[in-house]
């Protein structure tokens, strides 16, 4: 069986239970604003964007003029309510927990993220579960975030400089939610797992496997599908 060299999981909505969160904490902010979210839109057309993405797209689709300065005191409001929620709770999937505990030491562990660094290292380390993880790529530290490639061309980039092997994405896996975070990792040349944990099957089709959630995915899942997908390109 080909080796799985690594795992790159997407945060909000697979290691964490926080979709609910951002969607509160964006209606929270916009109530003091002309412009409006509702739980439909946000799911059908938003969450796959970061905070900037949102803000300035809901701008745009609602024909309402919005500064830069005034999206980036969107932005600082929305971050300062989403840690309020966040703090107020245990955000972590418990399969989650099971997922990366079994799969510490088979592989190497990373994250590829549209939400913002800090708010991932927080809950990680409330959590005890930063350790698992060799690298964090967050929609703050690339020029693109999802659906574009760049969140986890990087995250593979110093998974691969970690493990002292030239960048290349063959033998590793990614692990989302979302339509938008499946076209960011096949773009980046990554077979992607889906998890039904936000949308249903039937809109995450274009996943290369789907799963109800992490504890169906262990280290031979993840071998078979490198295997598979390596075999496909021979």
Known sequence: MVPC??????????????EPLHLQAFQDVLDQTSMSLSKEAYESTYLGYDDIGVFTQLAQDQ???????????????????????VESRDVIFPE??????????AC????????LHQEIETILHASSLRSYFTTIVAADDVKHSKPEPD???LAIEL????????????GFVAIEDS????????????????VTTTYTADRLTVANQIVPSLVDIDIT??????HNSQARRE
């Open 151 to 153: 969140t986890y061309r």
């Open 221 to 226: 899942t993840l071998e078979t599908l490198v």
């Open 5 to 18: 060299l690594g795992v790159v999981f997407d945060f909000d909505g697979v290691i964490a239970n926080t």
């Open 108 to 115: 190497e562990l990373g994250i590829a993220s549209g939400a």
């Open 179 to 194: 339509l938008w975070g499946i076209q960011s990792a096949h773009a980046a040349g990554l077979p992607c797992i889906a």
């Open 63 to 85: 024909d309402i003029v919005v500064s830069s300065d005034e999206i980036s005191e969107l932005i600082a409001r929305k971050g300062k309510r989403y840690t309020q929620l």
């Open 159 to 170: 998974l691969c400089l970690a493990m002292g092997r030239p960048p290349s994405p063959n």
């Open 96 to 105: 989650a927990r099971t997922c990366l505990e079994r799969l510490s030491g």
